[in-house]
């Protein structure tokens, strides 16, 4: 028996049991008012005199056995109703926590692969696959199954098979006997080798239109039911609002290292003895970051930074390079560039604080100690450290250990003394990148 059937029978049972009690109680208040009128009300016992003369102990009795069956058939039909209840309330909260979950995911294959995941659990399928629309062909992008994998990256025409069918249409389609249906493709079968029954696919459909579907098949007992097509259909609308919100956020840190690329290459090209030193003062940092215990997310805000703190020195004639009151106000012009563009905007305190003095002689702001942001005091040692390996300040480079002297010796000074601490500690010969010379 399917599961709508099911749920419909149970419905007609527990209907069927509450005429049943509703006619029973009305049997007793009429007998017992038949009773009440019958011996205690002398005109209507005139009336009721055809009635038999019964006692009112047998009477009473068989209205209290009637009580106790009415309240026996009660518990067994709230029990059922609470079961019920207490089933559709825990697929609800299983639907919802998978909807949470599809939309905390940022990224696209890992979300169709949870799509798969759920949907197979669902409802108890062998096998399924998500294919996504690609000019105009439909292609396997998620599987799961035996020997399913060799499905990967092959494409459908859309309007062929029954995937096909589904994307053109933009409507779920539920088959019980896909052999005995004109739009089953057996092409798949051969390549899986597996024996296709029954099949449940629904589309993936955003505003725009359809994007791809959700092909399921070989459900549990090779039936697939109204309440497993509902189901699957709200869980393909919530996946394609996610799938797309994913792929939007993967468009966008794509475009994020693609305009960071362009500004590194704009940076070295304007000053050709800063080349490759924002990548080292990256690695540097990366280091104390770790060795701090920071967290993924906070490292890779700390990593652009790192790549962008100079960046203010784009807007700066080269000429005026030399000149200290340009040399002070990069910080100022890179975090105004940066705080305009919304995927940086949140990394701009770090680049506009990061010649900040810990004993609060630096600039722009003059601010002291720990009101100077953790990145920044961060970049400050590492930028510091770079400089003094390289041949990019007027100063002749020195060696690896001169420059670990001279972060002790500016410890609590210029730099965060717990942080040079974890620095010096951390960093080796070995991890210093190979500098350029110009």
Same mark, same amino acid.
């Given at each position: #028996?399917?599961?709508?059937?099911? &749920?419909?029978?149970?419905? !007609?049972?527990?209907?069927? &049991?509450?005429?049943?009690?509703?006619?029973?109680?009305?049997?007793?208040?009429?007998?017992?008012?038949?009773?009440?009128?019958?011996?205690?009300?002398?005109?209507?016992?005139?009336?009721?005199?055809?009635?038999?003369?019964?006692?009112?102990?047998?009477?009473?009795?068989?209205?209290?056995?009637?009580?106790?069956?009415?309240?026996?058939?009660?518990?067994?039909?709230?029990?059922?109703?609470?079961?019920?209840?207490?089933?559709?309330?825990?697929? !609800?909260?299983?639907?919802?926590? +998978?909807?949470?979950?599809?939309?905390?995911?940022?990224?696209?294959?890992?979300?169709?692969?949870?799509?798969?995941?759920?949907?197979?659990?669902?409802?108890?399928?062998?096998?399924?696959?998500?294919?996504?629309?690609?000019?105009?062909?439909?292609?396997?992008?998620?599987?799961?199954?035996?020997?399913?994998?060799?499905?990967?990256?092959? %494409?459908?025409?859309?309007?062929?098979? !029954?995937?096909?069918?589904?994307?053109?249409?933009?409507?779920?389609?539920?088959?019980?006997?896909?052999?005995?249906?004109?739009?089953?493709?057996?092409?798949?079968?051969? %390549?899986?080798?597996?024996?296709?029954?029954?099949?449940?696919?629904?589309?993936?459909?955003?505003?725009?239109?359809?994007?791809?579907?959700?092909?399921?098949?070989?459900? &549990?007992?090779?039936?697939?039911?109204?309440?497993?097509?509902?189901?699957?259909?709200?869980?393909?609308?919530?996946?394609?609002?996610?799938?797309?919100?994913?792929?939007?956020?993967?468009?966008?840190?794509?475009?994020?290292?693609? +305009?960071?690329?362009?500004?590194?290459?704009?940076?070295?090209?304007?000053?050709?003895?800063?080349?490759?030193?924002?990548?080292?003062?990256? !690695?540097?940092?990366?280091? #104390?970051?770790?060795?701090?215990?920071?967290?993924?997310?906070?490292?890779?805000?700390?990593?652009?930074?790192?790549?962008?703190?100079?960046?203010?020195?784009?807007?700066?004639?080269?000429?005026?390079?030399?000149?200290?009151?340009?040399?002070?106000?990069?910080?100022?012009?890179?975090?105004?560039?940066?705080?305009?563009?919304?995927?940086?905007?949140?990394?701009?305190?770090?680049?506009?604080?990061?010649?900040?003095?810990?004993?609060?002689?630096?600039?722009?702001?003059?601010?002291?100690?720990?009101? +100077?942001?953790?990145?920044?005091?961060?970049?400050?040692?590492?930028?510091?450290?770079?400089? #003094?390996?390289?041949?990019?300040?007027?100063?002749?480079?020195?060696?690896?250990?001169?420059?670990?002297?001279?972060? &002790? #010796?500016?410890?609590?000074?210029?730099?965060?003394?717990?942080?040079?601490?974890?620095?010096?500690?951390?960093?080796?010969?070995?991890?210093?990148?190979?500098?350029?010379?110009?």
């Amino acid at each position: #028996m399917g599961a709508d059937t099911q &749920k419909e029978s149970i419905i !007609i049972a527990i209907k069927q &049991k509450i005429r049943l009690l509703n006619v029973i109680a009305a049997f007793i208040v009429v007998t017992l008012l038949a009773v009440i009128f019958r011996y205690l009300y002398k005109p209507a016992g005139d009336v009721l005199s055809f009635l038999p003369d019964i006692s009112i102990t047998l009477v009473i009795t068989f209205v209290v056995f009637l009580t106790i069956i009415s309240f026996y058939m009660w518990s067994v039909v709230a029990r059922q109703i609470i079961s019920t209840i207490e089933k559709y309330r825990n697929r !609800i909260d299983q639907i919802l926590s +998978i909807t949470k979950d599809l939309r905390e995911e940022k990224y696209a294959d890992i979300l169709l692969n949870k799509i798969m995941e759920y949907s197979l659990s669902i409802t108890r399928s062998d096998s399924g696959s998500i294919l996504l629309l690609e000019n105009n062909n439909l292609v396997f992008k998620a599987v799961k199954g035996e020997r399913s994998t060799e499905l990967l990256s092959k %494409i459908i025409p859309q309007g062929q098979g !029954i995937a096909g069918w589904v994307a053109q249409r933009g409507t779920p389609l539920r088959i019980a006997d896909v052999r005995k249906d004109e739009r089953f493709n057996e092409d798949i079968d051969a %390549i899986t080798r597996n024996q296709t029954k029954s099949a449940l696919c629904v589309p993936l459909i955003i505003q725009s239109g359809v994007i791809g579907v959700i092909e399921l098949l070989n459900g &549990k007992g090779n039936f697939y039911s109204q309440r497993d097509e509902e189901i699957i259909t709200y869980l393909a609308d919530q996946a394609a609002i996610s799938f797309t919100r994913a792929r939007f956020y993967e468009d966008q840190k794509n475009y994020e290292m693609y +305009i960071t690329d362009i500004l590194l290459d704009a940076i070295d090209y304007h000053i050709p003895e800063k080349k490759e030193h924002s990548k080292r003062v990256a !690695i540097y940092s990366n280091i #104390m970051a770790k060795a701090i215990n920071m967290s993924e997310e906070n490292r890779k805000r700390l990593y652009f930074a790192c790549l962008l703190h100079d960046v203010g020195f784009l807007k700066i004639q080269n000429k005026d390079f030399s000149k200290r009151e340009y040399i002070e106000r990069h910080p100022v012009i890179g975090s105004e560039m940066i705080s305009q563009i919304n995927f940086y905007a949140d990394i701009a305190p770090f680049i506009l604080y990061h010649h900040e003095r810990y004993d609060g002689f630096g600039y722009p702001e003059k601010l002291i100690g720990e009101a +100077i942001p953790l990145e920044a005091r961060i970049i400050s040692i590492a930028d510091a450290f770079d400089v #003094m390996l390289s041949t990019i300040s007027y100063k002749a480079p020195i060696d690896f250990d001169s420059a670990i002297e001279e972060l &002790k #010796m500016n410890a609590g000074t210029q730099f965060d003394f717990r942080l040079v601490e974890e620095f010096v500690n951390n960093i080796t010969p070995e991890q210093i990148p190979r500098i350029s010379s110009f």
